[in-house]
């Protein structure tokens, strides 16, 4: 089973900043927090991972509490192309999916 | 393009026939995973390899599921007698796995079956 608790959906108007939470509570000293996307009828698309540390690269920000136990994965400026399923995942080696938020871009 | 490639993108069959699915690394990547997706459920995993050597196995992959990674570069995925079951998205990923590395897996687009 997958070891992460996501909300179902979100709404997240053009432009602003999309935020996803991501509780993983029972994660181990040594699981990554890694977060993928998937847009519709196309493979999964690796977005960031950290283990500790806050990351960012050229597509989001990952914010991870001091005790790891949540995240947040953050689109900084959203767009309708980021409409999306998101899944949250902590893993040291194969991925378990759970069933992501599903990420809606308003106009 | 360099991604991880998958063929055939879309593969209709009819019910008992066999078929055969094939992943393309990206290049140097060692690790490869296969994984299914059916609608409306995130992709469950199905097996993967480090290099040629199989490692590990789901219990979602039955007896009709063979897979193969001959030279280490590109996999197979074989499906025989197939069933109206099997009809899902399947996913290839491959990672590197060197030191310093965390294993980050790259998908493909996918085969997408369709079983009559």
């Known amino acids: 089973d997958a070891k992460t608790t996501q909300p179902t959906s979100m709404d997240c108007a053009e432009g602003r900043a999309a935020n996803l939470p991501c509780n993983h509570s029972?994660?181990?000293?040594?699981?990554?927090v890694y977060w993928y996307r998937q847009i519709h009828s196309q493979g999964p698309q690796y977005i960031i991972h950290g283990l500790k540390n806050n990351e960012t690269n050229e597509m989001a920000s990952l914010i991870i509490t001091e005790d790891r136990k949540s995240s947040t994965l953050i689109l900084p400026h959203a767009t309708l192309r980021d409409t999306a399923v998101y899944y949250c995942i902590v893993r040291v080696d194969k991925i378990i999916f759970g069933k992501g938020t599903r990420l809606h871009i308003l106009p | 393009d360099t991604g991880v490639s998958q063929n055939p993108r879309h593969k209709i069959t009819k019910r008992g026939q066999n078929v055969t699915f094939r992943c393309d690394p990206i290049s140097e990547h060692n690790r490869l995973y296969w994984y299914r997706q059916t609608l409306g459920q995130g992709p469950e995993f199905l097996t993967y390899f480090q290099n040629e050597a199989q490692l590990e196995k789901s219990r979602l992959l039955s007896d009709r599921f063979s897979a193969e990674r001959p030279k280490g570069s590109f996999s197979t995925l074989e499906i025989q007698r197939t069933e109206q079951g099997d009809s899902a998205m399947y996913l290839c990923?491959?990672?590197?796995?060197?030191?310093?590395?965390?294993?980050?897996?790259?998908f493909g687009p996918g085969t997408r079956l369709t079983v009559l």
């Open positions: 990923a491959s990672s590197p796995l060197w030191p310093g590395s965390t294993d980050t897996q790259y």
């Open positions: 029972t994660i181990s000293g040594n699981e990554y």
